[in-house]
């Protein structure tokens, strides 16, 4: 009699849920958006489709900061860049009532461990506590010398390449490959990447660029597949079911998430004993020797494990890596197009670095290099979106109010438990009503001056520089410095000695989670499984004798 009733609820209890979506009432009715294309899909392809923004920002010219949408079997989810509605999702009540998703959780989880992107409540705020004094800028400055010296071996082989003419390069392999030698240096006092040669890159970089495009491909399974087979049975049980698992993404994921922890472990232990041979704790300037010695001063309830420490480093290489070097080659890419811009660029470096490189301190406030910096930060933000769900029955208030579907005018929205929030960081950084009507111009003079009063007066959460790109509030990104610093070096290197420009080539970033070039072909194919490229012509500036 059990197992029928059993299996019974088994089969009803997700029809109920899928019928009560679809032709169910919820508050978020109300709230003007696009008609929904599917009852099964919704608008999820376009919210998590890798062919642009266009979706995006449709949804802004339209509805403005805040609209709704439907997802998969009728799910409704909130659309906003509002303010007001940030500042209290991502800053005042954050942890209260709104938090991540237990999708971007449980990936993250099982990529990375239990770092700090992975982790909520007091676990991920005893790692914080432990890692902010490694990203001051105190420590940054000492960082200098080690980026500038990875940095230079890159210039060399650069010109190496290219001293007999113009060389077609895929600047965004050197840039990840640049960028993992400078957590690893800066980041573990390990080096990866001699920076020689395209025949010995460290196999790490593959790893990390393929991560992106596969949770890219398989965003449906991370949101609605991952929350309930990732607290199935014991870890144990979980890893041995894994391995049978015929899913070649899976497979091709878990072997990432594998050799990345190897490999973080391997650099930890292989620290740690040689202090041990040497009759002393972990001493050097590099993120894990601080962070070491940082929780060893900490009290008991807030020191972290070693499983803890290994998963911060994997997490680290991975954010150190990626976005930043995805960032790069993008401002790469827009100065090969803009010649003009990068002739003034070089300029500026030429002059700050007539006696060689430069302190942290000036580097940092060359005003150009800052310019194009931030605004490519604000135009093409590495992550351009943010997903959130409410922890219990909410209201959010709204800077701008909305006009209902019944023609009321509200100033706040009623949010059930279990409600997902999409916000839109590129739709923020580009809101017209703020920055102007040429927003979504890549402009770097609009820096030079001072910024729009309503910019200012709008109270964008943000960390940095009013903008949304590196999130806001207890997770915003803890190494937002060290990303700075790191473009800035490459770039006032790079740029002092070389040209770049077009090489012809279709570029298309894909929308994958964070923003990836690929080489368009005659044939399309499927871009989400292109590899990640970014080929540039390179040559030599010419130098006055």
């Not at 997770?475 to 420009?501: D, P, T, W, Y």
Request: glycine share 8%; hydrophobic share 40%.
């Amino acid at each position: 009699m059990f197992i029928p009733i059993a299996l019974t609820a088994v089969l009803l209890v997700p029809l109920y849920i899928v019928l009560k979506r679809v032709f169910g009432s919820h508050p978020l009715d109300r709230i003007p958006g696009p008609k929904s294309p599917s009852w099964r899909n919704g608008h999820f392809d376009e919210i998590f489709g890798i062919n642009g923004l266009d979706f995006h920002f449709m949804m802004a010219k339209k509805y403005g900061p805040t609209s709704s949408f439907k997802s998969v079997y009728g799910e409704r989810q909130l659309y906003t860049f509002d303010p007001k509605a940030m500042h209290h999702i991502l800053v005042k009540d954050q942890g209260i009532l709104f938090e991540e998703t237990p999708s971007f959780i449980g990936s993250l989880n099982l990529m990375f461990g239990g770092g700090i992107l992975g982790s909520l409540g007091e676990p991920h705020r005893r790692q914080r506590k432990m890692l902010n004094p490694v990203f001051s800028i105190a420590h940054m400055r000492g960082m200098v010398p080690i980026f500038y010296e990875v940095t230079h071996k890159l210039r060399k082989t650069l010109a190496a390449k290219v001293q007999d003419g113009p060389q077609e390069i895929d600047m965004l392999s050197w840039m990840g490959r640049t960028a993992l030698e400078l957590i690893g240096q800066s980041g573990f006092g390990y080096s990866f990447d001699d920076l020689n040669d395209e025949e010995h890159a460290h196999p790490y970089v593959e790893a990390i660029k393929g991560m992106v495009p596969l949770f890219g491909r398989n965003q449906f399974a991370r949101m609605y597949i991952l929350p309930y087979i990732s607290n199935f049975g014991t870890p144990a049980i979980r890893r041995f079911i894994a391995r049978f698992l015929p899913w070649k993404d899976f497979q091709e994921g878990k072997g990432m998430a594998d050799y990345m922890w190897a490999l973080s472990k391997e650099i930890y232990e292989e620290k740690k004993n040689a202090a041990n041979r040497l009759g002393k704790e972990l001493s050097g300037k590099d993120i894990l020797s601080v962070l070491v010695a940082e929780n060893e001063k900490a009290s008991e309830e807030d020191r972290l494990g070693d499983d803890e420490v290994i998963a911060q480093m994997s997490t680290l290489i991975f954010a150190a890596m990626d976005t930043t070097s995805n960032a790069l080659s993008r401002i790469l890419s827009l100065l090969a197009t803009h010649p003009e811009v990068q002739a003034k660029l070089r300029e500026e470096l030429n002059d700050a670095f007539q006696d060689g490189d430069i302190p942290y301190d000036q580097l940092v406030s060359l005003p150009y290099l800052d310019a194009i910096a931030r605004e490519t930060l604000r135009v093409y933000p590495p992550l351009h979106r943010l997903l959130r769900t409410t922890l219990k029955d909410a209201i959010l208030p709204l800077s701008n109010p909305v006009t209902c579907t019944d023609g009321t005018v509200v100033n706040e929205i009623a949010l059930p438990r279990n409600t997902d929030i999409f916000i839109s960081l590129v739709n923020s950084n580009r809101n017209k009503a703020l920055w102007g009507d040429d927003a979504d111009e890549w402009k770097p003079e609009r820096w030079l001056s001072p910024l729009p009063k309503d910019v200012v007066d709008a109270k964008i959460p943000g960390v940095y520089s009013h903008l949304m790109t590196f999130n806001a509030g207890g997770r915003s990104c803890i190494g937002f410095k060290f990303s700075q610093l790191e473009m800035k070096v490459v770039l006032a290197l790079l740029i002092q000695n070389f040209e770049f420009s077009d090489a012809g080539k279709e570029i298309f970033w894909r929308s994958t989670g964070i923003a990836s070039p690929v080489v368009v072909g005659s044939e399309l194919g499927d871009l989400a499984r292109h590899h990640p490229r970014m080929p540039l012509m390179v040559k030599l500036v010419e130098k006055d004798i």
